[in-house]
């Protein structure tokens, strides 16, 4: 064990009641992330302290707010944030960690055959990237990696249509939805609301940024765009 795996924490007891008969997964997953998530630079040294209140339950209470048995894309993974943790306390959805970095995507592969997570599967590539190539899902999700506006370009187009991006946001939370507002139209939004999930759990509770969308994800610009990949698909499909 390495000098910064020795600084995770016992898990705390809301852990055991969070994550249930994945409560010992979990604490696997937060020993890799302790130990080689640190020295493959998947995350800093100083998040280990506070890797189960932080990470690990805050982005596990997500689940309250996902709706069940749908596909869920989380875009933007990284070390498997929010979507290993969601993926732990919801055997009922159907998720896809999208990762553009081979290190992380790495890292992401090895997680979920270690933990067995058979409805977990990792394809690396940027949002924009696989616009058309993935199917459509019901639900992206995505942490605080980038604006509200800017995270919405990149989630809200591999949406089906009337789904939902689920964002774990922080303080500014309020603040970026009336900034982002006019983006977020364009880009076929019809609702947006600011959650806070994980009462009893975490200390402050999570924030989370929903945007529900019509029946054009992405608005029509991304409509053709999505079409287009679409029959670019099915022609090299067709040729092989």
Same mark, same amino acid.
């Given at each position: 064990m390495t000098e910064d795996a020795e600084q995770l924490p016992p898990a705390p007891e809301e852990a055991r009641a969070v994550f249930g008969d994945r409560f010992?997964?979990?604490?696997?997953y937060a020993e890799l992330l302790a130990d080689a998530?640190?020295?493959? *630079?998947?995350?800093?040294?100083?998040?280990?302290p506070r890797l189960w209140e932080r990470h690990l339950l805050n982005c596990a209470v997500l689940s309250e707010v996902v709706p069940e048995g749908v596909t869920v894309c989380d875009v933007g993974s990284g070390a498997g944030l929010p979507g290993i943790p969601l993926a732990l306390v919801r055997p009922d959805l159907k998720i896809t960690?999208?990762?553009?970095?081979?290190?992380?995507?790495?890292?992401?592969?090895e997680v979920v055959e270690l933990l067995g997570l058979d409805h977990v599967t990792v394809v690396r590539g940027r949002a924009e990237e696989v616009l058309g190539k993935l199917p459509p899902v019901h639900v992206v999700t995505a942490r605080a990696v980038a604006p509200l506006d800017r995270l919405a370009a990149w989630g809200v187009p591999l949406l089906r249509p009337?789904?939902?991006?689920?964002?774990?946001? *922080?303080?500014?939370?309020?603040?970026?939805?009336k900034a982002a507002g006019s983006a977020l139209s364009k880009l076929g939004a019809v609702g947006t609301s600011v959650l806070h999930v994980g009462e009893g759990v975490v200390d402050p509770l999570s924030t989370v940024v929903r945007v529900e969308v019509g029946e054009s994800p992405g608005g029509v610009r991304f409509a053709a765009k999505r079409a287009k990949a679409a029959r670019?698909?099915?022609?090299?499909?067709?040729?092989?």
């Open positions: 010992t997964d979990a604490v696997r998530g640190v020295r493959r *630079g998947l995350i800093g040294p100083r998040e280990v960690l999208l990762e553009p970095l081979l290190r992380r995507t790495n890292f992401l592969t009337y789904g939902e991006m689920l964002l774990l946001k *922080g303080d500014t939370a309020e603040e970026e939805v670019t698909g099915r022609t090299r499909r067709r040729r092989g």
